[in-house]
C-alpha cells in the first residue's frame, strides 16, 4: 500500500515541480545568454546603456526566478502535507484501509525525493551560469576546469585519500540528515498546530516551527560550546606537535555532535508526529 501512496503523491508533485523546473532552466539559458551579450558589448565603447540595462534586467529576474522556484518548491512540498491530511481532503485520506506510519512514510519519501530534485535543478542552474555565462571567449569557461583542477590537486597533495573520502561521506551524511531534520520538524510543526488550532493553523504552526528550531539551535549550540573548551583542549595537547590531526579530530566529533543531534531530533519528530496523527487527530 505504501507503493500506491508513493505513486499518488509522486504524481500530485510531478505535474506542477516538472514543468516549473523546466521552466527555470530556460529562463536560466535566458539569463545566461543575457550575461555572455553583457561581457561581449561591455568591450565596445558605443555600447547602448538601454540594451545594457535591459540585458541586466533580465539577467536579474532569471536569477529572482530561480529563488522563487527554490522556494516555492518547498512550500508545495509542506502545502501537500497540510492539505492532504488537515483539510476535506484528510477525511479520505484516514479513511483509507491503510496504516497511519504508512501515511506518514510517503509523505515523507515523497518530500525528501523533491527536495533532492529541487537541489539538483538549483545547482544545475548555477552551473549553467558559471560555465557558459561567465566564458569571455568561446562556449564555455575552460577556466573554471582549470581552477577545479587545481584545487583537486592541491587537496590530494594536503591529504590523503582516505581523509578527502571521509569528508566527503560526512558532507553527504549531513546533508541527508539535515534533509530529514527539515521535512520532519516541519511536518511535527504542521501536526501540533493543526491539532491545537482551530482557526488559523498555519499560523500556528510556523510558530510552532520556529520555537522547535530555536530549541534545538540552542541546544546543539551550548553542546559545541562545552565541547570547545573541553575536548578540543585535550586533543590539542594530545596532538600539539600536528596541529593539523588536532583539527582533523575536533572537526570529526563536531561533525558527530551535530549530525547525531539532528538525527536524534529528527527520529522523536518522526514518532510524535505518526502518534499524533494516529491518536490525537481530530477532523470534524
Known sequence: MLKKLLKYDMKSMVHLL???????????????????????????????????????????????????????????????????????????????????????????????????????????????????????????????????????????????????????????????????YGVLSIYLALTIGSIIAKKHKILAAIGIYYGLNTVMSIFVMIVNFIFTFTVANSYQDSYSSNYEIAIDRVFDISFFINAASFLVFSIVAYFVTRHLLKNKLNLS
Not at 512540498?77 to 476535506?88: A, V
Not at 590530494?156 to 534533509?179: D, G, M, N, P, R
Open 18 to 180: 516538472v514543468p516549473l523546473s523546466i521552466a527555470v532552466v530556460g529562463t536560466t539559458i535566458a539569463g545566461t545568454a543575457a550575461l555572455r551579450i553583457m561581457q561581449t558589448i561591455d568591450n565596445t565603447k558605443n555600447a547602448s546603456w538601454i540594451l545594457t540595462s535591459a540585458l541586466a534586467l533580465i539577467f536579474v529576474s532569471t536569477i529572482l526566478a530561480l529563488l522563487a522556484f527554490s522556494v516555492f518548491s518547498e512550500i508545495l512540498i509542506m502545502y501537500r502535507y497540510y492539505t492532504h491530511l488537515f483539510t476535506d481532503e484528510g477525511y479520505l485520506t484516514f479513511t483509507l484501509p491503510v496504516k497511519t506510519s504508512s501515511i506518514l512514510n510517503s509523505k515523507l519519501i515523497n518530500a525528501l525525493i523533491w527536495s533532492v530534485y529541487t537541489v539538483l535543478v538549483v545547482f544545475f542552474c548555477i552551473f549553467l551560469y558559471v560555465i557558459f555565462g561567465t566564458a569571455e571567449e568561446g562556449l564555455i569557461n575552460s577556466k573554471i576546469f582549470t581552477e577545479i583542477k587545481n584545487a583537486l590537486e592541491l587537496l590530494t597533495q594536503t591529504y590523503s585519500a582516505w581523509v578527502i573520502l571521509k569528508y566527503i561521506v560526512e558532507i553527504v551524511v549531513i546533508f541527508i540528515i539535515s534533509l530529514l
